[in-house]
């Protein structure tokens, strides 16, 4: 296989962010719960990840054919929404910082 037999379309690139953005919002909502909770490790550690993150629970897939901004906006809502459902601290502010720590 090539190099040129690997390349992306950009659909599949954009899904692919989205993705990451996932996974990244739930690991960056455990660090921040960390600091909170002052433990190097909680209770809750990989349970926070895997049940914030849709793509590790429940394999989501963003919507097909869409544009890069429809897909961000579809994880963001999935993020927040799986943060005021299933998480031990359900804080809109928190689930907002966690949100802005990502973007920097």
């Known amino acids: 296989m090539t190099i040129e037999e690997c390349k992306l379309d950009s659909d599949t690139k954009d899904s692919l962010l989205a993705v ?19 433990a190097s490790n909680s209770s809750e550690t990989n349970l926070n990840i895997v049940k914030l993150s849709s793509t590790l629970s429940a394999f989501v897939e963003f919507p097909a054919h869409s544009s890069l901004e429809l897909k961000l906006r579809a994880t ?21 910082k966690v949100f802005e720590d990502l973007i920097e």
């Open 76 to 96: 963001y809502v999935s993020c927040m929404r799986r943060a005021l459902c299933f998480t031990l601290y359900r804080s809109y502010d928190l689930a907002a």
């Open 20 to 38: 990451i953005v996932d996974i990244l919002y739930a690991y960056h909502y455990d660090l921040r719960m960390r600091g909170f909770t002052q």
